[in-house]
């Protein structure tokens, strides 16, 4: 059975676009790494700054080897256009 992560994000107001470009940019990682069945990435009409992945799983043991592709310095500088930090679960 397929697991469901959905990580939310919200940008600074003057970076939303930073924020949108950098998570379209980890997009092709994310769908590239085993176990994923989709990814997309959806923006909140009413409040721009705040996105959302939702990412479809083997299982939560796939979406954590997925982590590895991902630098510390692009987590690193991510973190400078946030207002908060992001939030995500696993749902079924």
């Not at 949108?20 to 409040?47: N, V, Y």
């Not at 721009?48 to 500088?77: G, N």
Request: aromatic share 6%; net charge negative; charged share 20%.
């Amino acid at each position: 059975m397929s697991i469901t992560r959905i990580n939310t994000f919200r940008a600074l107001d003057d970076h939303v676009d930073d924020l949108k470009k950098f998570l379209m940019s980890l997009l092709p990682t994310i769908r590239a790494s085993t176990g994923c069945q989709s990814c997309q990435l959806l923006q909140d009409q009413t409040i721009p700054a705040r996105m959302v992945i939702i990412e479809i799983w083997d299982s939560i043991e796939a979406h954590h080897e997925s982590l590895l592709h991902v630098s510390q310095e692009s987590i690193d500088q991510v973190k400078s256009i946030l207002a908060a930090p992001p939030v995500g679960g696993y749902y079924q």
